[in-house]
């Protein structure tokens, strides 16, 4: 009750303004009156009785005054009126309004480009009603190898045996097929996906159980609200429409309402029965109740996590082991569940990875934002300088100083309000650009790339207004605190009081900003300098007209080797286990004097002569050594050299044995039989590619095109690509799954190489926009930061150059002004790059990261401090030359 | 006149509160009252009554009705809440206290 009153009191106070004055007024006139009656029943004349209950009671003002505030209201009054300030200041200085506005708005906006995809892939929940209830059923990860997936003969029977799941679906999802020049994302599920979930479609209907028969009538689809807007511009008269996919009419019966993505991040373009999936894409032809699903399910409401899991396990035993279905319980693991539930709900399922991988947009984009912060309270620094005599009269006139420091963070904050608002637009404006740039830039050879402009929701405004609420504390808090530490009297007078000049907290601005800067260029320069390594470098292998090709299945072996070597644009080709790509095996050589853990790759003969590895001595295998178990052996120059050192290797015995630490195998991949073996040749060391590197330590093993297992190797003539498509073309009359080959399959080998240039030089015009736009900012600060200053000490230099200072004493007092912070943060910021690439050197991923780039570069470390150092210089300049110019008798009459 | 006292600072709030327990007053009524009660020893201020009346009310202990004086005028009303019941009793038994000590102080000095 206490509360609401206090509620009730508080609202009509802050709402009801006018009208609580009338009150009181009303209420002090009745007490003067009654007092005045009272006085006059006494005996009193009544002028004289008003009068004297006038004196009894003080002054109405005084007291209406100390009622208000005694309601407290004055914090509500107090900040109208500061935002009324603030905004007539705003009005006075547009162009500084503007400045400040759009400086934070940039940093805001580039780091709210960063929070939103961020929040796309880990915070944005898809809207299912109880999304808490749904789980994925995974087998549990191993470190080398992903799980085998269920089959919708599991789902079935899961559906069957146990009692956890309200329903469960399961699914195929991501499946990129292009029709028409475009590229559609379709998902197959079985027909109670749309129940399990519990979403109604927004138009038409969703699928129904019937719409899942293999022999169902007519084959249908739902669209999903992108789908319906990419493939059919949001006709409202798309039901019974149809879309022809790889020869299958495909009607549209619903569309889903917009936001609905199907518990995924990205959502198809649209949905259709599972039992099509065979009719409609090619690899999944005769695979019937085998073919592998995603099985999401929907836990019966008030069943833990745990006991589903309990649950699930016991069904999972059950599966009797020599069933068609498979073992289910993971076989070697012991002690370990047979199945985990994960919860499923359309975010990314690895939260750390997420927030490795935007962690450094994030540091990136942050560094923009603190450059403009400390830009931001520079200059408001030397406004509050100017100020200074404003500021000084309200002191005087007994304003507190946290009075007036509120005030000043009053402005700043709505300062920052603005520019949150203004880096919304910007945020929206940045990531559609960044979409658009990496949609035409992306190598097609690499793949299809699926991206979308994220929405933003209201968790992207929130942390846009707390970051607007940092920021305006950041580039607002010192300067208000500055500003207010002056003495009236003095200030009154015109004068600049010593202590409130802000010189510390200008040199620790700049400084920060120089070193940001400084990160950020330091980080372009390594990335550009990679860039062109790997551009130049070169790989030891042949890649420009090399395509690879894997057999899929086994049975078409022969036939896809003789389509392979009919197509006449092939010259030659060779094949090898693994790919001529593939990360080669381990095993442990052993000879007489040695022992070491070497890499492994059965080749063909003609491997080395398709991929132009030279043979240095000895000889390479000859047409007749084509099986895996001969005793003979190529190694590499580096293999010979660790197995005999100071020896000839040709002729050696070596004998190679299982590597017990890398005994991890596909399923579909033969046990590797100890053997020895005969060295004939040894072939140069192949450095691979900074993305693939090849172990240098290698032995190759013998093998032909027909051994199973083998991948094909060709090297063409003519244009590569073509080649491809006419390889891909005859492939597919063997295999129809061949059609849609992916790079993976059927590829040129030079891909590689472009999509390693590809991810470096993203990384490069990443960093360098971001270094280009934190040194104008830094610049621009340091620019305006010394004009000031000569502004403010032009007395002073008039004052030394009439004294006999030259023009170059002149110069270097302005440029000392700046070379103390410059030098301080470029020490600070390369320092920093040096801990940060130290710290990713400690990290797992280093072996990886150490290939691709060099991060502790000293070229470009020196190159990026001496551009800085250059562009500061030119910066300084400008402010110095004109300090130096100045007339002294002309700036000292102006006094 | 001469030997009315002022209200002790910090027991404005107190008096105000136990007046008007027994039935809603208007602000002027209410320093009439105290100074009736007290046989005209107390003077209540009156420039300090409306803040008090408007803290008291802002912190929810009395709450304020427009009413019908008894001259037959527009008055604003204030009586207890029942937080505000409560934290009279607690703010008499610690002005008991408080005054019990002040003279226990004075007898034995």
């Known amino acids: ?895 | 006149m001469s030997d009315q006292t002022d209200v002790l600072q910090g027991t404005l709030d107190l008096l105000i509160m136990r007046t008007i327990a027994l039935e809603p007053m208007h602000g002027w009524a209410i320093a009439q009252r105290i100074q009736q009660i007290s046989d005209e020893l107390l003077r209540v201020q009156q420039g300090s009554l409306y803040p008090a009346l408007h803290r008291l009310e802002h912190q929810g202990w009395i709450v304020a009705d427009w009413g019908a004086s008894e001259n037959n005028r527009r008055a604003r009303f204030y009586s207890l809440t029942k937080a505000g019941r409560k934290q009279l009793d607690v703010e008499v038994s610690k002005w008991e206290r408080l005054s019990a000590g002040v003279n226990l102080v004075l007898q034995r000095t």
């Open chain 1, 1 to 895: 009750m206490r509360l609401w009153h206090i509620f009730h009191s508080r609202l009509r106070s802050v709402f009801f303004r006018d009208r609580r004055e009338d009150d009181l007024r009303e209420e002090l006139e009745f007490h003067l009156e009654r007092e005045t009656e009272r006085l006059e029943a006494s005996g009193t004349p009544r002028e004289a009785a008003r009068f004297q209950a006038l004196r009894l009671f003080g002054g109405p003002e005084q007291i209406k005054e100390e009622c208000r505030d005694a309601r407290g209201t004055g914090f509500v009054d107090d900040t109208i009126r500061d935002i009324r300030y603030a905004l007539r200041g705003f009005a006075r200085a547009p162009l500084v309004a503007f400045t400040i506005v759009s400086t934070i708005g940039l940093g805001l906006g580039l780091v709210t480009v960063a929070f939103t995809f961020l929040n796309m892939v880990l915070f944005r929940q898809d809207q299912v009603p109880n999304i808490h209830e749904m789980f994925a059923v995974d087998r549990p990860r191993t470190a080398e190898r992903e799980p085998a997936p269920l089959t919708r003969a599991h789902l079935d029977d899961l559906r069957r045996g146990t009692t956890i799941f309200t329903d469960a679906y399961g699914e195929i999802s991501g499946i990129d097929f292009p029709v028409d020049g475009r590229v559609l994302l379709m998902t197959f599920t079985t027909a109670n996906f749309f129940q399990v979930v519990g979403v109604n479609a927004a138009m038409g209907r969703t699928l129904m159980p019937g719409d899942d028969e293999p022999l169902a009538g007519r084959p249908v689809i739902v669209l999903s609200d992108r789908g319906w807007d990419r493939l059919f511009a949001r006709d409202p008269a798309v039901l019974g429409r149809a879309l022809l996919v790889s020869g299958v009419s495909l009607e549209v019966v619903g569309v889903m309402p917009e936001g609905f993505r199907g518990l995924s991040i990205v959502p198809p373009d649209y949905w259709a029965p599972l039992s099509m999936v065979d009719d409609v894409v090619p690899t999944y032809r005769g695979r019937g109740a085998h073919v592998d699903v995603r099985v999401v399910g929907r836990l019966k409401p008030g069943i833990s996590r745990q006991t589903a899991q309990a649950g699930l396990a016991v069904w999972s035993a059950s599966q009797p082991s020599g069933s068609p279905l498979g073992p289910l319980a993971s076989s070697g693991s012991r002690g370990a569940p047979g199945m985990t539930l994960v919860p499923w709900r359309g975010t990314v399922q690895q939260p750390l990875e997420a927030m490795v991988v935007t962690g450094p947009l994030f540091f990136a984009f942050g560094l923009i934002l603190l450059i403009g912060c400390a830009n931001v309270a520079n200059l408001l620094l030397a406004r509050a300088v100017a100020r200074q005599r404003e500021i000084g009269i309200r002191l005087s006139l007994g304003a507190a100083r946290g009075r007036i420091v509120r005030q000043l963070l009053t402005e700043s904050l709505l300062l920052a309000v603005l520019a949150a608002a203004a880096g919304f637009a910007i945020s929206r404006v940045a990531l559609r650009a960044l979409v658009d740039a990496m949609l035409t830039s992306w190598p097609p050879e690499i793949g299809d790339l699926q991206l979308l402009v994220p929405a933003a929701d209201w968790r992207v405004l929130l942390f846009l207004m707390i970051g607007a609420g940092i920021s305006a504390m950041f580039f607002g808090l010192a300067p208000a605190l500055q500003a207010t530490r002056i003495e009236p009297v003095r200030t009154m007078r015109g004068e600049v009081v010593r202590d409130a000049r802000p010189g510390r907290a200008r040199d620790l601005l700049i400084g920060v900003q120089v070193s940001a800067s400084a990160i950020l260029l330091i980080c372009a320069v390594v990335f550009l300098r990679s860039a062109l390594a790997a551009a130049t470098a070169d790989p030891g292998l042949r890649t420009v007209d090399t395509i690879a090709i894997q057999i899929a299945k086994e049975a078409t072996r022969t036939a896809m080797v003789q389509a392979v070597a009919a197509e006449p644009s092939v010259v030659a080709f060779a094949a090898s286990s693994p790919g001529a790509l593939g990360a080669s095996r381990t095993a442990v050589a052993e000879t007489a004097g040695a022992k070491a853990t070497v890499a492994y790759k059965f080749v063909s003969p003609d491997f080395f002569s398709v991929l132009d590895i030279p043979v240095v001595r000895g000889r390479a295998f000859t047409v007749d050594e084509r099986s895996p178990d001969l005793p003979v052996a190529i190694v590499s120059e580096t293999a010979a050299r660790v197995l005999w050192p100071g020896a000839d290797a040709i002729g050696q015995v070596v004998r190679l044995e299982r590597d017990p630490r890398a005994d991890v195998r596909a399923a579909d991949e033969p046990r590797f039989q100890p053997r020895s073996v005969t060295v004939v040749g040894v072939v140069r060391d192949v450095a691979g590619f900074r993305i693939a590197p090849f172990p240098k330590s290698i032995v190759y093993l013998p093998t032909g095109a027909a051994v199973p297992g083998t991948a094909v190797i060709a090297r063409v003539q003519g244009d590569p690509e073509r080649a491809r498509q006419a390889l891909i073309k005859r492939l597919t009359t063997i295999d129809p799954g061949m059609e849609q080959a992916g790079s993976e399959q059927v590829g040129v080998l030079g891909w590689i190489v472009r999509m390693e240039t590809y991810l470096l030089k993203v990384g490069f015009w990443f960093t360098i926009g971001l270094g280009g736009l934190a040194l104008v900012l830094t610049l621009s600060g340091l620019f305006s930061v010394l004009s000031y200053l000569v502004e403010q000490r032009t007395r002073e230099i008039g004052v030394r150059m009439a004294l006999g200072a030259t023009t170059a004493d002149v110069t270097r007092l302005v440029l000392s002004q700046s070379i103390r912070p410059v030098g301080a943060g470029l020490l600070l910021g390369s320092g920093a790059a040096a801990g940060l690439s130290a710290l990713l050197l400690a990290t797992p991923g280093a072996e990886f990261i150490g290939q691709i780039v060099h991060v502790l570069d000293p070229i470009a470390y020196g190159a990026s401090l001496l551009v800085i150092t250059a562009a500061c210089l030119a910066a300084a300049s400008i402010p110095a030359t004109r300090a130096a110019r100045l007339d002294p008798t002309l700036t000292l009459r102006q006094e």
